[in-house]
T-cell receptor
Framework: DGGITQSPKYLFRKEGQNVTLSCEQN?????MYWYRQDPGQGLRLIYY???????QKGDIAEGYSVSREKKESFPLTVTSAQKNPTAFYLC???????????FGSGTQLSVL | QQQVKQSPQSLIVQKGGISIINCAYE??????FPWYQQFPGKGPALLIA?????SEKKEGRFTISFNKSAKQFSLHIMDSQPGDSATYFC?????????????FGTGTRLQVTL
């Protein structure tokens, strides 16, 4: 069953805490992406990676960090520097020309 | 900076009716225009896409109309069904489809009533 798996589905963060969202894909895609979704604001790109061991900042990277040690995995850490982390986070992957993105089912992050 | 403007924000259509969602873009370098469909609690999925070399693309009940001179494109859902109730996002990208530059609209929440 191919696709993108995000975990956990729901996550709660305490103030000052870093949390990590998992994203795994078995589609053999080179590119992977993290988007943040807020009501009424569409999808905003946080970070993306075109190949292993390389990644670039998107439009709203401040307060987030990523790693790409394996082709299949692209975890996102929401650091304590992100003052408004409550959102729905979506991971995606894309093939060589990246025109079609495949999304995971998302992680809803909330602040306690 | 909002480069893709989407309207309406929400839409209610009766079963069997036509749903129309509009998008306008500013960047003339955009050359690929996909639409994504998202059900509650799920990630978006590609629905249909168009390139500016054609003015219309149809896949089943879904049609994209594209007006290059006006820099506008729209999604038409014919014979709308309750199962079409979802949020729809238009998007645009340039540079031969590099998704890293994919810009999304703000979304339209469609409700199809019986």
């Amino acid at each position: 069953d191919g696709g993108i798996t995000q975990s956990p589905k729901y996550l709660f963060r305490k103030e000052g805490q870093n949390v990590t969202l998992s994203c795994e894909q078995n589609l053999n895609h080179d590119a992977m992406y993290w988007y943040r979704q807020d009501p009424g604001q569409g999808l905003r790109l946080i970070y993306y990676s075109q190949i292993v061991n390389d990644f670039q900042k998107g439009d709203i990277a401040e307060g987030y960090s990523v790693s790409r040690e394996k082709k299949e995995s692209f975890p996102l850490t929401v650091t304590s520097a992100q003052k408004n982390p409550t959102a729905f986070y979506l991971c995606a992957s894309g093939g060589h020309y990246n025109e079609k993105l495949f999304f995971g089912s998302g992680t809803q992050l909330s602040v306690l | 900076q909002q480069q893709v403007k989407q309207s309406p924000q929400s839409l209610i259509v009766q079963k069997g009716g036509i749903s129309i969602i509009n998008c306008a873009y500013e960047n003339t370098a955009f050359d690929y225009f996909p639409w994504y469909q998202q059900f509650p609690g799920k990630g978006p999925a590609l629905l249909i896409a168009i390139r500016p070399d054609v003015s219309e693309k149809k896949e089943g009940r879904f049609t994209i109309s594209f007006n290059k001179s006006a820099k506008q494109f729209s999604l038409h859902i014919m014979d709308s069904q309750p199962g079409d109730s979802a949020t729809y996002f238009c998007a645009a990208t340039g540079n031969t489809g590099t998704a890293s530059k994919l810009t999304f609209g703000t979304g339209t929440r469609l409700q199809v009533t019986l």
